[in-house]
């Protein structure tokens, strides 16, 4: 398996503008999850789903901020209209459930100017 | 809301020396898990501890889960280069699955 998939890597745009992040988790991962790094805030959880479905969003910052997953393989985590704030490393992970370790992806490093 | 503290929150080391570090909570839990991020990467897991008292060794990671069940640490031996990153602890599964410590910076000096 080649892991969990993100994209872009970097995304750097204008503030205003949408920002759509995307997620490929490893198949068979019935859970997905997307945190946010910051080095005043280190790790945040945003949102996590479970078999598609929303479990807890409560860490989404506003409603600028959207996350939507279609199917078992794919996820997206959209910010309209982007800040400057929002800039960060926003990490998907998934998990096959029970005690195991959750597997991240890359990160995708965004900046808003 | 669930909070997991690391110490040292970050620490400059020479090439060579051990490490240690640790993790507590407020909280039991079942389950302790110690992630290190490379530079621009994800987390990835180091090792994990299910018993309380337990003392597990990867190469030259040693973590061992507190016997009250609310702490952890990691020892690294002979520290190199690329033990740089960040390392993190998580209690791992049940309710706690997503939660992450604070984390602990690690640079070694060559």
């Known amino acids: 398996d080649a892991g969990v998939i993100q994209s872009p890597r970097h995304e750097v745009t204008e503030m205003g503008q949408e920002v759509t992040l995307r997620c490929k988790p490893i198949?068979?991962?019935?859970?997905l999850f997307w945190y946010r790094q910051t080095m005043m805030r280190g790790l945040e959880l945003l949102i996590y789903f479970n078999n598609n479905v929303p479990i807890d969003d409560s860490g989404m910052p506003e409603d600028r901020f959207s996350a939507k997953m279609p199917n078992a393989s794919f996820s997206t985590l959209k910010i309209q209209p982007s800040e400057p704030r929002d800039s960060a490393v926003y990490f998907c992970?998934?998990?096959?459930?029970?005690?195991?370790?959750?597997?991240f992806g890359p990160g995708t490093r965004l900046t808003v100017l | 809301g669930q909070q997991l503290n690391q110490s040292p929150q970050s620490m400059f080391i020479q090439e060579g020396e051990d490490v240690s570090m640790n993790c507590t909570s407020s909280s039991i839990f079942n389950t302790w898990l110690w992630y290190k991020q490379d530079p621009g990467e994800g987390p990835v897991l180091l090792i994990a501890?299910?018993?309380?008292?337990e003392l597990t060794s990867n190469g030259r990671l040693t973590a061992q889960f507190g016997i009250t069940r609310k702490d952890s640490f990691l020892n690294i031996s002979a520290s190199i280069p690329s033990d740089v990153g960040i390392y993190f602890c998580a209690p791992g599964g049940g309710t706690y699955k997503y939660i992450f410590g604070t984390g602990t910076r690690l640079k070694v000096l060559a």
């Open positions: 501890l299910y018993k309380a008292g």
């Open positions: 992970a998934s998990w096959s459930g029970g005690y195991n370790e959750q597997f």
């Open positions: 198949s068979g991962h019935n859970s």
